[in-house]
């Protein structure tokens, strides 16, 4: 176990340091802000304040962690090795920069709380990123710098063994139309032939009816395929199915159709089911709530994950309503 001595013991202390201690490098972490307990303990342990108490592995803190509510925060980025840093903290800390309070600003998504420019969805985009006019949007800096953070605490505890993290992958598999032609009903289908004469689409037309007619495949039903990849593998896929109301963003099978609904069941015989939050649901939690209870009622259990239409976030808010109805993972995240 780490021990980490501190002046004051925050939520955003908690949770930047479990998040690249615990989660990242697989060790345990306490605090304390008793100097008594910091002496006494005899195993890996750190200072984390404004001055070392001695000698110890020590790293001096910025004060994004011990603030409340947000502040405009100045920021330079460094070069540092082959990455990027920034919060430098003076010489005698054991790293360059505070790599702790650098990440929570980061993880937090600190900059999309303050004023930016969204796009014509709503969302912040890369460009407006920090990371992007800094040169490093393609790097996990935070993994980055929990793994050199690593390398300096075993120059000081070279007894200490830290456990080595197993890699895999979880393919997530987005579905905001399940199917390009088939269930979607006369009006929508004569809708879409007379949108593709207007366009001269006479190719589409002939495929549609094709479908319609069952003498080919619709063209996004690939859905034997995956499955027949998913019995090959032992991690399980995740299908995220959009089954909120038809609307002018959301135009997938209507969610009452039986056959519809059987696809969904199928498809969770071998993989896992999330629901895809419609545009509207982002700002609604009624409307979620109701696409939840309607996706519970066609799996036959609690839904454990979700994923916005047009990847999404609206911060705070979109992770308080999830919270609140009681979905523990998100699959949204990203720009």
């Known amino acids: 176990m780490l021990l980490v001595y501190t002046h004051k013991i925050t ?3 908690r949770y930047t340091f479990k998040q690249i201690c615990t989660r990242i490098l697989g060790v345990p972490v306490s605090f304390t802000t008793t100097i008594e307990d910091f002496i006494a303990h005899d195993n890996l342990k750190m200072s984390y304040t404004r001055q070392p108490l001695g000698k110890e592995f020590f790293i001096r803190s910025n004060e994004l962690l011990f603030e409340q509510g947000l502040n405009d925060v100045e920021i330079k980025v460094s070069d540092w090795e082959d990455t990027k840093c920034f919060f430098p903290n003076g010489e005698q800390s054991a790293l360059p920069f505070d790599i702790f309070a650098a990440s929570f600003y980061l993880l937090s998504r600190y900059e999309e709380y303050m004023p930016h420019v969204k796009d014509e969805f709503g969302r912040f985009t890369a460009k407006e990123s920090l990371a992007f006019n800094n040169g490093f949007l393609r790097q996990p800096v935070v993994d980055i710098w929990a793994l050199k953070f690593r390398k300096t605490l075993e120059v000081q505890f070279p007894d200490f063994t830290f456990p080595e993290r197993q890699y895999k992958i979880t393919p997530v598999i987005d579905i905001p139309k399940a199917y390009s032609y088939k269930l979607k009903g006369i009006m929508r289908s004569v809708g879409g032939t007379f949108n ?28 034997k395929y995956i499955i027949n990849k998913q019995k090959q593998v032992k991690d399980k896929f995740i299908f995220f199915f959009l089954i909120g109301d038809f609307s002018t963003y959301d135009k997938n099978i209507n969610a009452q159709k039986s056959k519809f609904i059987s696809l969904i069941k199928e498809v969770g015989d071998y993989s896992k089911i999330g629901l895809k939050a419609s545009y509207f649901a982002l700002t609604d939690s009624a409307i979620l709530k109701t696409e939840k209870l309607r996706m519970e009622s066609i799996i036959n259990q609690d839904l454990y994950a979700s994923r916005n239409s047009y990847s999404k976030l609206n911060l705070p808010e979109s992770y308080r309503n999830l919270v609140e109805l009681e979905i523990p993972e998100d699959f949204t995240m990203g720009y």
């Open 11 to 13: 939520p955003r202390l």
């Open 196 to 223: 593709d004469l207007f366009r001269f689409k006479l190719k589409n037309i002939y495929t549609r009816y094709s479908v319609l007619f069952g003498f080919r495949n619709d063209p996004y039903d690939t859905f």
